[in-house]
């Protein structure tokens, strides 16, 4: 078992209304199901290639992208991006029919799971090699000043969140980026995404300083740590995050200590990590954290909860359908969105 860091808690939770919970749950579960219908699938035989899930980790995309502006704000994601682009939006047959490659997928079948992207949910993509989402995260970020500042568009105020795991925080461009955004006061919210471990490299030994937060200051950006299983403590940073961007004050780090519950990609056994270590973080499991506290709050009753993931549950299976029932992209077109088109 790695060394356990202190896990943060926020003095003070803003108190959530009933339809924010509702709706932070909601998309929860959609993230869960969603990629527990993946497993089913891959290890039935019907889907294929690399497929890296985010159960355990659902509290950092719903507690940053939904305190966002979904669909206007941009976010760029990782190779583990199923999840953050249900976050935003692109409905879960067009994602689904992305992993099975047809042509109906978020990416017209081009890409597959680890190449999601949607111009129309301001999805700039995921990415198979690490850090690769950075510097495009980065780009995003600069045109929105540019035009804002520079052209005088108004409307130009989106914020950028770019994901990215520990073992990410290791390789240049994070540093480079940091820098950039920093100097140039750049609406751009980094996401560390620790789940503690990058494929079979625990984060202390990869890192001569594991608190990540911690590297935001020698750019002076504020940076901080946050608990990624908690998706009202993840939303709070967010918030603040977000509207000091927006503001035009600048970037913010925000270290989210999450973990994930399945091995790193569908066809890992995950024989490496303890049993200790996967028992005390599946019993801070997300969800169930956020189902708690509704419960106890009684903003919710348990049956309406059950009635959500029920609802989930027929969206879940009804993608597969359209996904397995959709063409395969036509051969003719091979060479079709290689370049821009004219619309
Ligand atoms: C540039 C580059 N180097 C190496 C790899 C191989 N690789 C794939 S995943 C991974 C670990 C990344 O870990 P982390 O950033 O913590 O993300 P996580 O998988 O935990 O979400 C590595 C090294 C890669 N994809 N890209
Ligand atoms: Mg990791």
Redesign the pocket.
């Known amino acids: 078992m790695t060394q356990e860091r202190t896990i943060p808690t926020l003095p003070s939770i803003a108190p959530i209304s009933r339809e924010d919970g509702l709706m932070l749950y909601e998309d929860m579960v959609l993230g869960r199901f969603f990629e527990d219908k993946c497993a089913e699938m891959y290890y039935r035989g019907k889907m294929f290639g690399f497929v ?1 899930l985010y159960n355990g ?1 659902e509290a950092v995309s719903t507690g940053v992208i939904k305190a966002m502006r979904p669909g206007e704000d941009y976010v760029c994601s ?3 991006d199923h999840v953050h682009a249900l976050s935003v939006g692109v409905p879960a047959r067009n994602v689904m029919a992305e992993l099975f490659g047809k042509a109906t997928g978020c990416s017209k079948g081009r890409g597959g799971s680890m190449h999601l992207f949607s111009a129309e949910y301001r999805l700039l993509g995921g990415y ?5 989402g950075i510097p495009v995260a980065l780009g995003a970020a600069f045109q929105s000043k540019y035009r804002r500042e520079v052209m005088g568009d108004e409307s130009a105020d989106q914020v950028t969140a770019a994901f ?6 290791n ?1 240049g461009q994070f540093f480079e980026c940091l820098n950039m955004a920093a100097l140039w006061d750049l609406p751009i919210i980094f996401v560390v ?7 079979g ?1 625990a ?1 202390e030994r990869a890192t001569s300083q594991p608190e990540i937060f911690k590297k935001a200051s020698v750019f002076g950006m504020p940076g901080i740590e946050v608990d990624g299983m908690d998706v009202l403590a993840v939303r709070t940073v967010a918030q603040e995050a977000v509207a000091r961007a927006r503001a035009g004050e600048g970037p913010t780090l925000i270290e989210c200590l999450t973990y ?1 519950f399945r091995g ?1 990609s569908l066809a890992d056994p995950d024989e490496l990590r303890s049993k200790a270590e996967k028992e005390t973080w599946l019993a801070r499991d997300p969800l169930k954290k956020l189902a708690n506290h509704l419960i106890d709050q009684q903003l919710v009753q348990a049956d309406e909860l059950k009635a959500i993931e029920k609802r989930i549950q027929a969206e879940v299976d009804e993608a597969v359908e359209f996904a397995q029932s959709s063409p395969e992209p036509d051969p003719s077109e091979l060479y079709r969105f290689v370049f821009a088109e004219d619309e």
């Open positions: 890296h980790q990782t190779y583990r198979a090699f690490i850090g690769e990215f795991g520990d073992g990410t925080t390789n995404e620790n789940n503690k471990w990058a494929i490299m984060h994930r790193h």
